[in-house]
């Protein structure tokens, strides 16, 4: 496979010195949806070292018209997506470094990425995620990327802290996207060319080309056929709790306590257990009240049938509690189940 990136040390700004530099560097991807699979399996191909992919969901069938690393089976069998896009990226590039974080992306795992990692990419699908990335990304000065995409449309900016503004500045500033793939719907080429903008923007800066980034928040809309890129030189602001003179985080300061929340478009409540009480599925076997309840284990979580709820109970103690609309349900039930 020697020439296997032959094509791209052709490419001048690259060259053999950048893809040396690509070789020797660790990315995190943070999300597994459409901009995760995209941009994993491109950063893959590049030949970046490794990878550390973070996903808290499974495959379903309404993943497969975009999310292109994932297969039929995957959605049948239910299969994480971290393992999903891990078993199909080895099968593309063998020689990679693969770390899965099966896990919620909370401030947490994000910091732990932020780290370990030259590169943060945005693949979330919220904005409390990106709020956390910018917290974790300016904390250990590494950039991210951002990459939000919803219908036809999406955005791209390439954060590098010392810079540019932070996400906390220029918010105001950002085209909406209250409008997420569960209620506005999306077409995977929106999906497509947002992970390939910032891929593009990764591979400037792993290759030491930094000067190339984006210096705009680039815009682009491809069912209306529009772009827009909007300057941000002037908003950064110099009390701003990011990236200002008195950085407090405020994003990971939130604490590590049971966390119950209700995942948006899936009548579905998500609970995370205070990290130092983690229920393990060993636990949860041995409860004979429960072991009726199993109606399937797969290597990767347990799933009960309690009632008319459908409980997904995963090995580091998260559970998704299907059937719900509303938090204080959900957080009564895992009481009574969990104690
Ligand atoms: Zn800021």
């Known amino acids: 496979m020697n020439n296997r990136y032959s094509r791209q040390r052709l490419f001048k700004p690259i060259g053999d010195e950048g893809q040396r530099k690509l070789e ?17 399996e491109t950063l893959a191909r590049a030949g970046v070292g490794h990878l550390h992919l973070v996903d808290r969901d499974v495959v379903e069938p309404s993943n497969l018209q975009r999310q292109q690393l994932f297969h039929e089976r995957h959605a049948e069998e239910a299969v994480p997506k971290v393992a999903a896009a891990a078993q199909r990226l080895r099968e593309i ?34 904005f409390e995620t990106r709020f956390l990335i910018n917290d974790a990304a300016y904390k250990y000065n590494r950039p991210w990327i951002y990459g939000a995409c919803a219908g036809g449309a999406g955005a791209v900016f390439p954060f590098v802290p010392g810079t540019s503004a932070c ?25 497509q060319t947002t992970a390939a903008l910032q891929c593009a923007e990764a591979l ?28 941000i030189g002037r908003i ?3 009390d701003c ?38 229920v393990a599925l060993d636990a949860v076997e041995q409860a004979e009240r429960l072991a009726d309840a199993i109606v399937r284990r797969t290597p990767y979580f347990l799933e009960l049938q309690i009632g008319e709820h459908r409980i997904i109970l995963f090995e580091n103690g998260r559970v998704l509690i ?6 204080h349900q959900g957080r009564k039930l895992y009481r009574q189940l969990f104690g």
């Open 24 to 40: 020797k560097a660790a990315v995190a991807v943070i999300g597994c949806g459409a901009l995760g699979s995209a941009i994993a």
């Open 93 to 126: 590039r063998s020689d990679m470094q693969l770390s899965l974080y099966m896990d919620h992306a909370d401030g947490i795992v994000i910091e732990q990425l932020a780290s370990k990692c030259d590169l943060l990419m945005d693949a979330a699908d919220n």
């Open 167 to 191: 996400l906390s500045c220029l918010l105001p500033a950002l085209p909406s996207f209250n409008d997420t793939c569960d209620t506005a719907g999306i077409i995977g080429p929106a999906a």
């Open 204 to 231: 400037k800066w792993l290759t030491g080309n930094g000067q190339a980034l984006m210096k705009k928040v680039h815009h682009f809309d491809l069912w209306s056929n529009t772009r827009l890129d909007i300057g």
């Open 236 to 238: 950064k602001r110099t």
């Open 241 to 278: 709790p990011t990236c200002g003179e008195r950085p407090s985080y405020p994003a990971l300061s939130t604490t590590s306590q049971m966390k119950c929340t209700l995942l948006c478009g899936r009548d579905t409540v998500q609970i995370i257990p205070d990290r130092q009480r983690i």
């Open 322 to 327: 299907h059937g719900l609309k509303d938090v």
